[in-house]
C-alpha cells in the first residue's frame, strides 16, 4: 500500500493560516488535495495535522470532502508520520507538504515508480534539486521510515521527518530523481502573501480552462505572470 501523508498545520509562523487562504474560493488545502488525488499511484491520502485546537479547520475540511485525516504531535512531525503510517499499514510513504499547490500528480507518479524500481529505500526529487521549489516530493519505505523514527534525536531530524534517513547514505539506499534541466530557481512554494499571489495568478490563468493543469503549462505561461 503506497500511502501519501500530506503534513498540513494552520500555525505556520512566516504565513499564518495558509493552507486555508481561499485560492478560487476554496481552501488552498483542497486545491492541493485536488491535484494530488490525481495521481495514479498513490492507494491512499491522508491529510496528517496536529493535536492542537486550531488544526480542527483542517479536520473539518478533510471529513468534509471525505479525506483521510490523522492527528499527532505538532512538532515531532516525525513521530506524526510513523504514526499515521503505521495505523494506515503502508508499505511505502510519499512525504508532501501543504504549502505546495501546484503539486504535480504526474510528477508524484515518475517519483514513485522510479524508487520502486530501483529499489531504493528512500526517494526524493528535493536532496539534489532541479525542480522548482514547490514539486517537493519524497518517497520512503516503512522498514526505513520506522528506524528513523527509532534512531533520530535532534530536533530537526525530528520536524523535518527525512534528515536522518538522507543524511545516512551508508545506512539507507538513496535514489535522487532529477529533471532534464535544473529550474530549481523557480520558486512555487507558499511562504509568504508574495508566493500565494503568484500561485493565485497561476490558477487564474490555468484552472479554468484545464483544472488538471500541468508543470509545462505553468511553464508555458510563466512569461505572463508578474511575481
Known amino acids: 500500500m503506497i500511502v501519501a501523508i500530506l503534513q498540513a498545520r494552520m500555525s505556520s509562523t512566516r504565513l499564518p493560516g495558509k493552507v486555508m487562504k481561499p485560492l478560487l474560493n476554496k481552501p488552498m488545502l483542497y486545491r492541493q488535495i485536488e491535484r494530488i488525488q490525481l495521481s495514479k499511484r498513490i492507494d491512499k491520502l491522508v491529510v496528517a495535522t496536529s493535536n492542537q ?62 524508487h520502486l524500481q530501483g529499489g531504493y529505500e528512500y526517494s526524493s526529487n528535493t536532496v539534489k534539486k532541479t525542480f522548482p521549489d514547490g514539486l517537493d516530493a519524497e518517497i520512503l519505505s516503512m522498514p526505513t521510515l520506522a528506524a528513523a523514527w ?50 493565485t495568478q497561476v490558477y487564474e490563468a490555468l484552472y479554468p480552462s484545464n483544472p488538471a493543469f500541468t508543470t509545462q503549462d505553468i511553464l508555458k505561461v510563466l512569461k505572463h505572470i508578474q511575481k
Open 53 to 114: 485546537s486550531e488544526d480542527e479547520l483542517i479536520v473539518k475540511l478533510c471529513k468534509e470532502i471525505d479525506v483521510c485525516v490523522f492527528r499527532g504531535d505538532l512538532n515531532n512531525v516525525l513521530d506524526r508520520y510513523y504514526q499515521a503510517a503505521t495505523f494506515f499499514n503502508a508499505k511505502q510513504i510519499v512525504r508532501l507538504t501543504a504549502d505546495c499547490p501546484l503539486a504535480d500528480p504526474h510528477l508524484i507518479d515518475e517519483l514513485i515508480a522510479f
Open 150 to 199: 527509532q534512531a533520530a534525536q535532534l530536533a530537526s531530524e525530528k520536524e523535518h521527518v527525512t534528515p536522518f534517513v538522507y543524511n545516512n547514505p551508508n545506512r539507507f539506499s538513496l535514489g535522487f530523481y532529477k529533471n532534464n534541466q535544473d529550474l530549481s530557481s523557480l520558486r512555487w512554494t507558499v511562504d509568504y502573501i508574495e508566493d500565494f499571489d503568484f500561485v
